[in-house]
């Protein structure tokens, strides 16, 4: 997907600034260090930092945060909060190295982390054979099911930190409504009667939404372009912004857009065998994930892809005709 740098949200710097961010964090003098932006994402600026053999990464949260989808407003110290975490686990994660919440230097948080070295799965899985694209999604499965072991009596978006939600249908309904207004206030053209198919499927679907059990930590986007792999291995996961306490389905590979959930994903993930109101949770995440990616593009006016319509058109026809659970 191109990007037009005078849409782009990402708040990249000056080297002369990244120095001082560096110095701050590392004290020490920065003059040797070596500088480049690293590709990938919608709204961070992320930069490679290398001093001397040594490799970190600075990522930028946003200046202009306008132009951005409301649940992604505003959550870089959640990442942070996350990393620190993941640590105690012992994650295969990024380990926070310095945060800096105060927006002096550069007018918006920025953080470094520890470099995972390895390949990017999105990039090299076509030329992985199928026996490793298996191995590879068995260990997805095993490390989600890691984090969906932090277990949570509340759900929480990190974008409204105050706000309370009793049960998993009032979560989803408002992650969708969200969306909605997002697209509603920027008079973007979802399709014919969108909006209140949409509504009408969450409202019809809330006995389903609300048999979840387990409220845990789930990380929303484990997606192709945030594994990092070596040797037919995963090494890393990187970018945790988008971890909630919520459904464990919510984990980016039950619901990938391509309406499939791996079946060696699914092994790692403790065997799980999914019920029919799992399924249809996995179906409505489905749509919100593509919903969430055609506001996101179009707030960020990356452009109106007609593939991501075609998507949200397949997911809600897929969902108007699941038959409620005993109907025949």
């Known amino acids: ?29 920065p003059k ?13 600026a992320v930069y490679l930092i290398e001093d001397n053999g040594r490799k970190v990464v600075l990522k930028i949260a946003p200046k202009d945060e306008t132009k951005m989808i409301t649940a992604d407003r505003g959550i870089l110290w959640w990442e942070a909060e996350m990393l620190k975490l993941m640590e105690t686990i012992d994650f295969p994660s990024p380990r926070l190295l310095y945060y800096d919440g105060t927006s002096k230097i550069c007018e918006s948080p920025y953080m470094f982390m520890s470099y995972i070295s390895g390949n990017n799965y999105l990039e090299c899985k076509s030329s992985l054979t199928p026996t490793e694209i298996e191995k590879i999604e068995y260990q997805l499965g095993k490390l989600s ?45 979802l399709g014919a009667d969108v909006y209140n198919k949409i509504c009408g499927i969450i409202e019809s679907r809330k006995a389903s939404l609300n048999n979840i059990t387990n409220l845990c930590l789930s990380h929303t986007d484990i997606w192709d372009g945030n594994v990092i792999v070596d040797d037919g291995n995963v ?13 464990e389905l919510l984990t980016f590979y039950f ?31 489905r749509m919100y994930v593509i919903l969430k990616m055609i506001v996101d593009c179009e707030l ?4 109106k892809f007609d593939w991501m319509y075609e998507n949200l058109d397949v997911r809600i026809n897929t969902l108007q005709k699941i038959k409620f659970y005993g109907e025949k």
């Open 1 to 29: 997907m191109s990007q037009s740098n005078s849409f782009s949200v990402k708040n990249y710097q000056s080297d002369s600034t990244i120095k001082q961010m560096y110095k701050k964090a590392f004290s020490k003098d």
């Open 32 to 44: 040797d260090i070596q500088i480049s932006k690293l590709s990938g994402g919608l709204k961070n």
């Open 145 to 189: 099911l890691k984090i969906c072991s932090i277990k949570s009596d509340s759900f929480f978006l990190p974008s409204q930190p105050n706000k309370k939600f009793n049960n998993n249908y009032e979560f989803i309904l408002n992650l969708f409504e969200l969306l909605l207004s997002d697209a509603n206030e920027r008079n973007m053209d």
């Open 235 to 247: 090494v890393g996961i990187v970018d945790f912004t988008d971890l909630y306490y919520c459904d």
């Open 255 to 285: 619901h990938t857009i391509d309406g499939k959930t791996s079946n060696n994903f699914l092994m790692g993930f403790n065997n799980k065998q999914l019920s029919y109101d799992e399924r249809v949770r996995i179906e409505i995440y």
């Open 300 to 303: 960020k006016q990356y452009g």
